[in-house]
DNA sequence: TGTACATCAGTGAACGCGCGTTCACTGATGTAC
DNA sequence: TGTACATCAGTGAACGCGCGTTCACTGATGTAC
């Protein structure tokens, strides 16, 4: 009777308010940005009372650093799933992967790294989130470098590079400055490749131990 | 009588509303951000009615990006700046320019490529603004490629790479994720340089044409 | 040199908006005995 | 098994806010003759 369709539809207790307004806000947040979401227009729609929410969130902002944790940990998911097998590959695989999920979720990879919205050290665990997404790419790195395919320089300063590299791709790409699609990664690809060979030619190579 | 300071003070025809306004919009950019700039706050800070800013911009988003034309200009000065004798040099020092002038003025870096705020396609002055300061780094990079010191291979993927890479310095280093300072931008030079050099190490070498 | 007139650059009031958040509350649920 | 009570999860009303923008207007300035 209360149960005809995949949600219950109770009178007070909605039992699933958190969930719920979780989801809309992350539907809201992919399509519309997170400058669309609002506490009061989430309520309106799960048919809430605005206060409510704060049963369950502490207030705005707690409720995007959640949904940039949930962003971290999809982005770490995907992360993982790059098959570390050969060193090289591995690398623009990792890279490639990156750059794909700030396409495919050009508004979370806004909201993850914006900066303007969720400053650094405010939220705990969103901080940890995100350094454990950056963990796969600095492993990977690490991998490569002990199996001799990465010279051998501080791991900081590589990882530095790859990251500085793959974020810039992705935040250029999606904000359309660069000619990448999903379809067409060629670009993103030969970027990455320039990373591990170096932009400069053969025969001028004596000058890389001047500077 | 009535230019006794720099300005006069006008009763009624304020006679620099445009300039000032843009001075103060400018000004509160820098310090607060983009998300602080109100017409209502500006007029109100000046001393004219909200409406008046209206016979002077379309709206607050022409302002903005009135705003960021001036950044594009400001940066684009920086890098024409750098001296272009050497090839490596210069085009270490172009990317350290430009690292420095997004830590320098974060705001003001945030709004020219935020993507949120302005998108392309908006306000072709800002697109062209935009556009020419790329070329600045795109000049820099073709000169070093006829020079033969940077390996031939289509402009377009080495300005991609570059770009990237002192884009993604650039943010994660105003977002606080690295360790780069103006004080301390070995970390910022060390990056670039491996850009130059490659990462892979000298006895792999042999992988490169694989991919 | 003086005057009529067009134009420009302001004004004050108002529209309509949605927001985050707090308050004192009430209805529903779970728990100890 | 039944009941008293604590706790939890909602409610409706309200506070206070600032925003962008439009409207009909008026005061100041520049220009033609």
């Given at each position: ?5 995949t ?6 207790h ?5 969930q ?13 940005g997170?400058a669309?979401?609002?506490?009061r227009?989430?309520?309106k729609q799960?048919?809430v009372?605005?206060?409510a929410?704060?049963?369950?969130f ?13 962003g971290?940990q ?22 490639l992967?990156?750059?794909?999920f ?5 508004n979370f990879y ?6 303007r919205?969720?400053p ?8 940890t989130?995100g350094?454990s997404?950056?963990?796969?790419l ?27 590299l ?9 904000d359309?400055?660069?000619?990448i ?7 993103a690809?030969?970027?990455l490749?320039?990373l ?8 001028e190579?004596?000058?890389?131990d001047?500077?």
């Open positions: 009777m209360n149960d005809n369709s949600r219950a539809k109770p009178a007070y909605h039992g699933d308010l958190p719920q307004a979780h989801q809309l806000a992350l539907d809201t947040l992919r399509e519309h997170d669309a979401i609002s506490l227009a989430l309520a799960i048919g009372s605005a206060p929410l704060y049963r369950h502490m207030d705005r902002e707690s409720l995007l650093a959640e949904l940039a944790i949930t971290f999809a982005l770490r998911k995907r992360l993982l799933a790059v098959d570390q097998a050969q060193p090289r590959q591995a690398l623009i695989d990792i890279g992967v990156y750059v794909s700030a396409q495919e979720e050009p806004r909201l993850m790294f914006g900066g919205v969720l650094k050290g405010v939220h705990p665990r969103l901080d989130a350094k997404a950056f963990r796969v600095e492993n990977t790195i690490a991998r490569a470098q002990q199996a001799g395919y990465i010279k051998p320089m501080p791991l900081m300063l590589v990882t530095a590079a790859a990251w500085s793959v974020h810039g791709l992705a935040q250029l790409s999606i359309g400055h660069l000619p699609t999903e379809a067409e990664p060629q670009l690809q030969g970027v490749t320039l591990l060979d170096g932009a400069v030619a053969d025969h190579q004596h000058h890389k001047n500077t």
